[in-house]
């Protein structure tokens, strides 16, 4: 596991919502996500658990700096940078498993 940190971007099952985090720790972080630990929470209001770009990062400062870049931009970027990462818009949760 990443050291520092990471940004990530989670989807619904039908990519209408997303959300942007940041976190020191991806894998624990979409496990949250996934079994809904926060049930207030926008991600589990909105069923955004599938996981579907991430960037690590050495520390966490620039892991912050660039979740507030991605969440300063346009659907369409945010868009634009998943599908740089996968067209598919699979769910790349197994890939952090192994990460």
Not at 36 to 48: E, G, M, V
Not at 61 to 66: K, L, S, V
Request: with cysteine.
């Amino acid at each position: 596991m990443v050291k520092g940190g990471a940004i990530y971007i989670m989807a619904n099952k039908s990519h209408s919502t997303l959300y942007t985090g940041v976190t020191s720790d991806l894998y624990s972080r979409v496990v949250e996500h996934k079994q809904k630990i926060h049930p207030k929470s926008f991600t589990a209001k909105y069923n955004c658990n599938k996981l579907v770009y991430f960037e690590s990062f050495h520390d966490i400062e620039e892991a912050i700096a660039r979740e507030k870049q991605i969440k300063g931009g346009s659907r369409a970027k945010k868009i634009a940078l998943i599908e740089s990462m996968n067209p598919e818009w699979n769910d790349l949760f197994e890939k952090v498993k192994e990460w």
